[in-house]
C-alpha cells in the first residue's frame, strides 16, 4: 500500500529532477562557453556539463546548488540571524497569519450578512467578486503607501493585503457553506417555530463548518502570496519577498530558488494543518469534507 502511494510521486519528482538539470545545462550553456572562450580554455562536453551545474551565478541554479544554499540558510545559522532563512520566513509568516485571520474573520462576517440580508445578497456579494479581479500587483503599493502617509509600517500594511486575498474564498465558501441545508431541514425547524438565530447556531453553521475550511485551505495559501507581494513594493530588508529581492538585485538565483522553495513549504505546511483541523472538527461533528 505505501508503495503503491509513494511511488507516483517519486515517479513525479525524478521527471521533475531530470527536467530541471536539463533546463539548467540548457540556459547555463551559452554563459559557460563564453566564459571558457574569453579566458582561452578547452574543456570536453562533460567537463562543460559539469561546469555549468557548479556556476556562482547561474541563470538556473542546479536542484543540488538550491539545496545546498537551503541547507546554508536554514541549517548552519542561527534562527535570529538576519542571514537565516528562518529568520525571513517567520517575518513572513507573522504577517500571513495576522492576515489570514483578518481575512476569515471578515469572510465569515460577510458571509452571515450576505446569507440573513436580501439588500446585502443583492448589492454585496457583486462587489466583493468585483474586488477580486483588480490585480494584487497593481494594488499592494497604493496599499502600502496609504499605510505609510498615516504613520503605518511594518507588519499591519503587509497583514493588510494578505486580508485583502484571503477574506474572498472564506467569504464565498462560507456563503455556500449557510445556504447547504435542504429546504426539508429549514421546514423542520421553522415547524419549531425556532427563531432565525436558532436555525444559525443550530443548522446552518454547522453545516457550514466542511466548506469554511475546504475555503480556509485556499485563503491561508493566498495570504501568503499577499503577505510576500507585499513586501516587494516597500523594498523590505526582512521576508521573504526581500531574500527574492536581494537575490534578484545581486544575481544570486540559488538565494532567490531557495526563498521560492521555502515559502512553498511552509504554504504546504498551513494548507495541511487547516486540513487536519477541519478533518478532526468535521469528525467529531459527523460531518463530510468537501471541496469548494
Partial sequence: MITRSVLPILTVLGIILA?????TIGMNWRVETERLERMGLERT??????????????????????????????????????RSLVYH???TL??????FGM??????????GIVHSRVLDKSLLPWIIASQTIPILAIAPMIIIVFNTVGVTGLIPKAFISTYLAFFPVAIGMTKGLRSPEAMHLDLMHTYNASRS????????PSSLPYLFASMKIAVAIALVGA????????????LGARLLSGSYYGQTTQIWSALFMAAFMSAL??????????WVNKRMGAREVNV
Fill in 19 to 23: 527536467a530541471w538539470y536539463a533546463g
Fill in 45 to 82: 562536453f562533460m567537463e562543460k556539463v559539469e561546469l555549468t551545474m557548479q556556476m556562482d551565478r547561474p541563470i538556473l541554479p542546479a536542484p543540488h546548488q538550491v539545496w545546498a544554499e537551503i541547507q546554508s540558510s536554514v541549517f548552519e545559522r542561527s534562527p535570529t540571524s538576519r
Fill in 89 to 91: 520566513a517567520w517575518i
Fill in 94 to 99: 507573522s504577517s500571513t497569519l495576522v492576515g
Fill in 103 to 112: 481575512g476569515t474573520l471578515l469572510g465569515i462576517l460577510l458571509a452571515v
Fill in 198 to 205: 436558532e436555525i444559525f447556531w443550530k443548522l446552518r453553521l
Fill in 228 to 239: 510576500i507581494v507585499g513586501e516587494l513594493p516597500t523594498g523590505a530588508v526582512a521576508g
Fill in 270 to 279: 498551513l494548507v495541511y494543518s487547516i486540513g487536519w483541523i477541519g478533518a
